[in-house]
């Protein structure tokens, strides 16, 4: 899922750890590998729920010596989600590596106990001040729809029925059900969490969305050559007031904001919070296919799938992707190549409509996506939109 500034949200569950012996501890390791690659290239967060450690699922202390050694510079600042001695891989990070990778924005510990509070109280002085501010205690999963999408997340049922013991120790029964009042009705200015024809229709017909019109145009002009542009976030208030604005229809000058990052932010934020996904749940299924296709064939592939779009999602990606391929031939400056922007692309453009994507989903996504980057002009070069 994402946290409410758009970061990807990786999560570990302790409780989904089977005993030691039964654990192939180096599968394991490489697994850890293989999922932080998906994402520390960019801003991210980790959800860490501890419930669920015990002494017979702890790896040994062996192992995490090993562990230590895999996890390069390139992962420093990950390596505490391994699942024992929390605190004690917190500290080895913090003395062993004092410029670790800043990628990791937060660190939010779920259901944590006495011990660990009182362990990081003790070691907390020695600590580096900056990692120690990205980490958060939170005693209930309710806790969490502060920070990201709660609704997006995998929560094991194990954790969810301790959250529930939980209150009802502290409350003598189960909190009462909040009554959700119904969904207000959208703005006429609405440009966030509406549809694509909510916005045309409200626009005088107009196929591109005003939002990402003025985004992309104000990218062009300023950000083409900007380092790692889209790969870092911005202030989540920000974000948030720029928000405000649009969907109150009032104008937005990015020029007051000096910060490159902010439109960028808000032009992801705008693809992820359409009810359906630019590319549509229809298309999920089928771009999920495209790592099975023949190497030869997959731009043509690509191209069958894209003319199978309705006519305004075509045009509003063909938009998009035409100035994600701009932004591609500048990489020797700004280091975001095709299969960097997939990367923070790919699941903001497609996701599936029940549930999470799941891990395997992430290269084919991320390979379709840099396909339609890389042959932006071969593959939409077929399919002429009145009005376009």
Same mark, same amino acid.
């Given at each position: 899922?994402?946290?409410?500034? #758009?970061?990807?949200?990786?999560?570990?569950?302790?409780?989904?750890?089977?005993?030691?012996?039964?654990?192939?501890?180096?599968?394991?390791?490489?697994?850890?590998?293989?999922?932080?690659?998906?994402?520390?290239?960019?801003?991210?967060? @980790?959800?860490?729920?501890?419930?669920?450690?015990?002494?017979?699922?702890?790896?040994?202390?062996?192992?995490?010596? $090993?562990?230590?050694?895999?996890?390069?510079?390139?992962?420093?600042?990950?390596?505490?989600?391994?699942?024992?001695?929390?605190?004690?891989?917190?500290? $080895?990070?913090?003395?062993?590596?004092?410029?670790?990778?800043?990628?990791?924005?937060?660190?939010?510990?779920?259901?944590?106990?006495?011990?660990?509070?009182?362990?990081?109280?003790?070691?907390?002085?020695?600590?580096?001040?900056?990692?120690?501010?990205?980490?958060?205690?939170?005693?209930?999963?309710?806790?969490? %729809?502060?920070?990201?999408?709660?609704?997006?997340?995998?929560?094991?049922?194990? @954790?969810? %029925?301790?959250?529930?013991?939980?209150? %009802?120790?502290?409350?003598?029964?189960?909190?009462?059900? /909040?009554?959700?009042?119904?969904?207000?009705?959208?703005?006429?200015?609405?440009?966030?969490? /509406?549809?694509?024809?909510?916005?045309?229709?409200?626009?005088?017909?107009?196929?591109?969305?005003?939002?990402?019109?003025? !985004?992309?145009?104000?990218?062009?002009?300023?950000?083409?050559?900007?380092? #790692?542009?889209?790969? %870092?976030?911005?202030?989540?208030? !920000?974000?948030?007031?720029?928000?405000?604005?649009?969907?109150? #229809?009032?104008?937005?000058?990015?020029?007051?904001?000096?910060?490159?990052?902010?439109?960028?932010?808000?032009?992801?934020?705008?693809?992820?919070?359409?009810?359906?996904?630019?590319?549509?749940?229809?298309?999920?299924?089928?771009?999920?296919?495209?790592?099975? @296709?023949?190497?030869?064939?997959?731009?043509?592939?690509?191209?069958?799938?894209?003319? #199978?779009?309705?006519?305004?999602?075509? @045009?509003?990606?063909?938009?998009?992707?035409?100035?994600?391929?701009?932004?591609?031939?500048?990489?020797?400056?700004?280091?975001?190549?095709?299969?960097?922007?997939?990367?923070?692309?790919?699941?903001?453009?497609?996701?599936?409509?029940?549930?999470?994507?799941?891990?395997?989903?992430?290269?084919?996504?991320?390979?379709?996506?840099?396909?339609?980057?890389?042959?932006?002009?071969?593959?939409?070069?077929?399919?002429? /939109?009145?009005?376009?």
């Amino acid at each position: 899922g994402d946290d409410n500034s #758009g970061r990807k949200v990786i999560t570990f569950s302790c409780c989904r750890m089977p005993p030691s012996h039964q654990l192939n501890h180096t599968r394991l390791l490489e697994y850890l590998k293989y999922t932080l690659d998906q994402y520390v290239e960019n801003d991210y967060t @980790v959800v860490y729920f501890h419930y669920g450690l015990k002494s017979l699922n702890k790896p040994s202390l062996k192992w995490l010596q $090993t562990a230590y050694k895999e996890f390069d510079r390139k992962y420093v600042a990950k390596i505490f989600i391994l699942p024992s001695m929390l605190f004690n891989s917190l500290l $080895t990070i913090s003395f062993s590596f004092p410029r670790y990778k800043k990628n990791l924005k937060a660190l939010y510990v779920v259901h944590p106990t006495n011990f660990i509070k009182i362990l990081w109280n003790i070691f907390k002085p020695l600590i580096s001040h900056k990692f120690g501010k990205k980490v958060t205690y939170l005693n209930y999963l309710s806790d969490l %729809r502060e920070h990201l999408k709660y609704d997006q997340l995998n929560i094991p049922q194990e @954790v969810i %029925r301790h959250d529930e013991n939980l209150r %009802r120790k502290q409350k003598g029964k189960l909190p009462p059900v /909040v009554k959700v009042p119904p969904p207000r009705p959208p703005l006429p200015t609405q440009q966030f969490g /509406v549809s694509l024809q909510y916005i045309k229709d409200k626009n005088k017909d107009e196929l591109i969305p005003p939002v990402m019109k003025e !985004t992309v145009s104000y990218l062009k002009r300023r950000g083409l050559r900007v380092e #790692g542009l889209f790969r %870092r976030s911005a202030n989540i208030q !920000t974000i948030k007031d720029v928000q405000k604005l649009y969907n109150q #229809g009032k104008s937005v000058n990015f020029d007051d904001y000096h910060d490159i990052h902010i439109p960028a932010v808000i032009l992801k934020t705008f693809l992820r919070e359409l009810p359906q996904p630019l590319l549509t749940f229809e298309c999920y299924d089928h771009v999920l296919g495209i790592t099975s @296709v023949e190497s030869s064939l997959r731009v043509t592939r690509c191209k069958q799938i894209i003319q #199978g779009l309705p006519e305004h999602n075509y @045009v509003v990606l063909k938009y998009l992707i035409c100035f994600l391929h701009m932004v591609s031939q500048e990489s020797i400056y700004n280091r975001m190549t095709a299969s960097s922007l997939a990367c923070v692309f790919g699941l903001n453009l497609i996701w599936p409509s029940k549930g999470t994507v799941s891990l395997s989903a992430l290269v084919p996504l991320n390979l379709f996506t840099e396909l339609l980057i890389d042959f932006y002009m071969n593959i939409f070069n077929a399919r002429t /939109v009145l009005g376009e």
